[in-house]
């Protein structure tokens, strides 16, 4: 079954199953929305970003509204999504601490694994939001805003937690304000120099905090958030190696196809050719 809300301005919230948006999803599309995937099966089978994920029972997935979302097999997954105008994640990230982290915190989909007790937390608060959905009154947007920040408060802290097994606290906080301002700054910056001036740490410092927190460097994040983004172009728009090297801030498309091919090892017009491959072989992880 479907619920959805539409209030003042646009605000949009949905709770829904992947069969209900699977259709809309039989090719890749934007997923248009900050979304939740739930899988409540043995194996749902989607893919992000041309990145094949099959999900495990009770696995979730968060993707944010330019992800490119392909529903392979659908089973049976619990989907929540919605818009800014329901609810800003930025304009109230100091209330849920969510962004750098379960949303544009790398340049990878998180995969989060809720434990038991967890299981019982999300199940409980996901039939509340639908016993709220049959409440019309003028409080219900207000009611359904507050469990929706239950809902991302509790998958944040899963994520966090899985980070904080290597980090400590304050280090993950420098991890995510970092993440968030290569998501506002990669098309334009592409130095560690560049993001080491916005946050008033020496490049030094990031590396040592990066290594320690995800076991990649700072250069690391920024050049594969740069990739997703030509991997995305490339596979999704008509658009010429040389159109998106501008895009992505490159005076010269040699620079760009160096970065590319050494995250990628295929050059950029080998990897437009190979994601138009009928026969291609998908990557999963």
């Not at 948006?21 to 992000?48: L, Q």
């Not at 038991?116 to 199940?123: A, G, K, M, S, T």
């Not at 937690?161 to 304000?177: F, H, T």
Request: charged share 25%; glycine share 6%; proline share 4%.
């Amino acid at each position: 079954m479907t619920y959805t809300y539409r209030g003042q301005g646009g605000a949009f919230l949905e709770l829904t199953d992947l069969k209900g948006i699977a259709g809309a999803h039989r090719s890749a599309m934007p997923a248009g929305y900050f979304t939740f995937i739930w899988n409540k099966c043995d194996t749902t089978h989607i893919e992000v970003d041309g990145i094949e994920h099959p999900l495990s029972h009770n696995k979730m997935v968060s993707l944010t509204p330019v992800n490119y979302l392909k529903v392979i097999a659908a089973g049976n997954a619990t989907v929540i999504r919605f818009n800014r105008d329901f609810y800003c994640i930025k304009e109230h990230d100091h209330e849920v601490s969510c962004v750098g982290l379960l949303f544009f915190g790398s340049s990878s989909v998180p995969i989060i694994a809720p434990e038991e007790d967890d299981i019982r937390r999300l199940n409980a608060l996901y039939q509340v939001l639908v016993e709220e959905f049959t409440v019309n009154d003028h409080i219900q947007g207000e009611m359904l805003q507050m469990l929706l920040k239950r809902w991302i408060i509790i998958n944040t802290r899963l994520v966090r937690g899985k980070v904080m097994e290597v980090a400590a606290d304050n280090n993950l906080e420098m991890v995510r304000q970092f993440n968030v301002a290569v998501e506002m700054n990669f098309r334009k910056l592409h130095k560690v120099a560049d993001y080491a001036a916005l946050l008033n740490r020496s490049p030094k410092t990031l590396s040592n905090i990066f290594t320690k927190a995800i076991g990649k460097s700072p250069m690391e994040v920024i050049q594969e958030r740069i990739v997703l983004e030509a991997r995305r172009l490339l596979m999704y728009t008509d658009k010429p190696v040389k159109e998106i090297a501008a895009d992505l801030g490159f005076e010269e498309v040699s620079g760009f196809s160096r970065l590319f091919k050494g995250v990628t090892s295929i050059a950029p017009a080998d990897y437009k050719k190979w994601c138009f491959c009928p026969f291609r072989e998908k990557s999963t992880t």
